[in-house]
């Protein structure tokens, strides 16, 4: 059997729910061989990060050197980055030719709050790594961050994805998970062409750590598999609606997702549409 492979480079949760830890789950989950690049330690667990320590741009290099030089990867994601020197370091090598699809998850901030991307990093992240991605799939907030585009109606958040298409990435997924009072999510992803909407009903859950982290290395793991953009996306959102269905009480805060819930769950209520630019 040859694996499929996928490399994350993200940052570390120690409370095993988001990071490097649920990216690492999720590609294991659907069979696809997971390999690791890590940014930054975190001092994490339900209830907030209680430090952030970065690796060595020397350490960062080295990881995704080793990794791709020998093993290689079919598709890649990125998630905390933590600074602008780290960036440059990945775009180094994303700009290689024979570089894998990039899936880049613009993680800046934690639920709690906690900057997980150094603010003036932000455009540098933009500029020198959207343009080698195939997709990017930011969240309501960190959508708004990046254009200074209230994502209030979903007129307002076609605008973003168009705007955020410009800095050249092939694809954009603005996700709806932070939507409030509402009650069924929409995701809407764009690709220059076509407008698709993939919608669910709202699942009434504080347990929601992880939830971003999962759904990109689910699109990264499909990516690998070598679906269609659309596909992919559409499989992971059942994946990922399935692991917060599931989500059980651990610790005393916002819980992770159970990545192994696709296991038994049966589907998932995810409705799609189409709308051409
Ligand atoms: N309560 C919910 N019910 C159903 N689906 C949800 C819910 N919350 C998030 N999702 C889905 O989970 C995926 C991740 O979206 P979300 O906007 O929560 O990402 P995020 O904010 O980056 O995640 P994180 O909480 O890890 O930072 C999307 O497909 C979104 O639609
Ligand atoms: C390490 C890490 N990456 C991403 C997130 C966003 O969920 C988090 N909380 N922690």
New binding site residues.
């Given amino acids: 059997m040859t694996y499929t492979k996928a490399l994350t480079i993200?940052?570390?949760?120690s409370g095993g729910?988001?990071?490097?830890q649920?990216d690492l789950k999720t590609f294991q989950e659907l069979e696809v061989y997971g390999m690791s690049a890590i940014t930054?330690l975190?001092a994490?667990n339900t209830v907030g990060?209680q430090g952030v320590y970065p690796a060595s741009t020397e350490a960062l290099h080295a990881q995704i050197e080793s990794v791709l030089s020998d093993i290689g990867a079919d598709a890649i994601k990125t998630?905390?980055l933590y600074d602008e020197e780290r960036i440059d370091i990945v775009a180094s090598f994303a700009k290689k030719s024979n570089f894998p699809p990039l899936i880049v998850?613009p993680?800046m901030i934690?639920?709690?709050g906690?900057p997980?991307l150094k603010e003036e990093a932000k455009q540098a992240m933009m500029e020198k790594l959207f343009p080698h991605a195939v997709l990017i799939t930011p969240n309501i907030p960190e959508a708004e961050a990046m254009t200074n585009i209230s994502a209030s109606s979903l007129k307002a958040r076609k605008d973003i994805a168009r705007e955020l298409l410009t800095f050249g990435s092939e694809a954009v997924l603005i996700k709806g998970g932070h939507e409030e009072d509402a009650d069924e999510i929409t995701d809407i992803l764009f690709d220059g062409a076509e407008f698709h909407y993939f919608t669910s009903p709202k699942i009434s859950t504080s347990h929601t750590?992880?939830?971003?982290?999962t759904f990109a290395a689910a699109i990264t793991a499909y990516t690998a598999m070598g679906k269609s953009m659309h596909d992919a996306v559409r499989a992971a959102k059942i994946f990922v609606y399935q692991a917060l269905s599931r989500a059980e009480t651990i610790g005393s805060g916002a819980g992770p997702v159970y990545h192994a819930a696709h296991r038994t769950a049966e589907g998932a209520p995810v409705k799609m549409e189409v709308e051409r630019e």
């Fill in positions: 993200a940052g570390s949760d729910g988001a990071g490097i649920a930054a975190t994490q990060v998630g905390m998850d993680v934690s639920t709690s906690t997980l750590h992880g939830t971003g982290c």
